[in-house]
Nanobody, 115 residues
């Protein structure tokens, strides 16, 4: 079993910044992809950004140029620096890791951006 501990959510005004962090522990075997998803009320969960062990990254079009994902393979941590936040970024953000034994989710952290 893999445990994910998230931190860093909160409330901010439009244009502000937040940083989310996620630490993975437990039965960690080759976590090849670590990333962040989000789910706004009434909407489906969507990929925000992810990063592979090899350093490849992927971003949702809506966050490109504003969000930056970073990963520490040695510490099994992944972070998401969110700048220039917009009200439409308001959502619950979930850490997700994918390994050879499956996909795991964090408990979610609320991000609220007010206009």
């Amino acid at each position: 079993q893999v445990q994910l501990v998230e931190s860093g959510g909160g409330s901010v005004q439009a244009g502000g910044s937040l940083r989310l962090s996620c630490a993975a522990s437990g039965s960690i075997f080759s976590l090849h992809t670590m990333g962040w998803y989000r789910q706004a009320p009434g909407k489906q969960r969507e990929l925000v950004a992810d990063a592979t062990t090899g350093g490849s990254t992927k971003y949702a079009d809506s966050v490109k140029g504003r969000f930056t994902i970073s990963r520490d393979n040695a510490k099994n941590t992944v972070s998401l620096q969110m700048n220039s936040l917009r009200p439409e970024d308001t959502a619950v953000y979930y850490c997700n890791v994918k390994g050879i034994r499956g996909s795991y989710w964090g408990q979610g952290t609320q991000v609220t951006v007010s206009s």
